[in-house]
């Protein structure tokens, strides 16, 4: 069938076997082969109905169980060793407006370093970001950046779906949603925040300006004897940003922050600049590890 049909579309992933290969062929069925070393190219179930490639489609492999997740239309479907399934979508639950767990068909699926992308491939499933409602988080999951508590950070003007994957890659555009993990981030970000980190940050943009205001916010960091530690959330803060802008705008905070304190060690701030050289070299589309800091 393979050396008829042609091979439209493969996917290499990996389990417990070793590394695995799922091929698409012109039939529209799926073979797929667990360990290329030891070569058993299993043929899966045909999908009913399916007369031109699915949207979009996935390999998941868990404890020992390998299945193919695709797309066709507005069904989602799962194929496993003997059976096609349409899956009851959670998803569509979420677009309803309840709360949806992060698995399909009762299965649970993988996430990588506890992050989820967030993709706008052609599954049409509207999402209601407003309402935090991503992966099963509510508006009162603090550690959520960007959704919940009446604002979003993500930079997204719309979301089409969301779903838990390996690397946030697909045939369109991908960005990816992570619990904010530094407690430093949350105190400068949050909205209406008094923490002496977001008031430094505020006061190295004022001095920019050429304001008094930054006099102002510096001394009330200063009357509460907090600038060193003004200067330390911002450092820490600006590791966990994944936007050059923006770890060069808490650097720049922490910078003005050190004019004005007597013998501030600068390993940490030496440190996090040379951190941040490694980790944007390595996230550049070139090279393409999304590493985080915490995995760094």
């Given amino acids: 069938e393979v050396l008829q049909n042609r091979v439209l579309e493969a996917k290499v992933f990996h389990t417990e076997y070793g590394t695995g290969v799922a091929i698409l062929t012109g039939a529209h069925r799926f073979s797929l082969t667990t360990n290329i070393d030891d070569l058993k190219l299993r043929r899966m179930p045909e999908v009913p109905g399916l007369q031109k490639p699915p949207s979009c489609w996935a390999v998941l492999?868990?404890?020992?169980?390998?299945?193919?997740?695709?797309?066709?239309?507005?069904?989602?479907?799962?194929?496993d060793n003997t059976s096609c399934s349409v899956v009851v979508s959670e998803l569509r639950r979420a677009s309803a407006g309840q709360s949806a767990p992060p698995t399909l068909a009762g299965r649970s699926l993988p996430s990588p370093a506890g992050c989820s992308p967030a993709s706008s491939a052609a599954w049409q499933v509207p999402l209601a970001l407003s309402r935090g409602q991503i992966d099963g988080a509510g508006t009162d999951s603090p550690g959520l950046q960007g959704c919940g508590r009446g604002r979003c950070r993500s930079g997204l003007q719309r979301v089409q779906v969301t779903f838990l994957g390996w690397d946030g890659l697909s045939r369109g555009f991908g960005l990816f949603f992570c619990p904010v993990s530094a407690e430093a981030s949350q105190e400068i970000f949050k909205i209406a925040s008094m923490a002496p980190g977001a008031l430094l940050l505020e006061a190295q943009k004022e001095y920019e300006k050429e304001s008094q205001k930054a006099d102002e916010y510096l001394r009330e960091i200063k009357d509460q004897k907090l600038l060193a530690e003004a200067v330390s959330q911002c450092i820490e803060a600006a590791g966990y940003e994944h936007e050059p802008d923006t770890q060069k705008s808490l650097l720049r905070a922490a910078s003005f922050g050190k004019c004005f304190i007597d013998k501030f060690p600068p390993e940490s701030f030496v440190r996090m600049c040379q951190d941040l050289r490694v980790l944007n070299a390595i996230r550049d589309y070139q090279i393409g590890i999304p590493l985080t800091f915490t995995q760094y």
Avoid: E, K, N, P
């Fill in 61 to 79: 492999s868990q404890d020992r169980v390998t299945i193919i997740l695709l797309a066709a239309g507005q069904d989602l479907y799962l194929l």
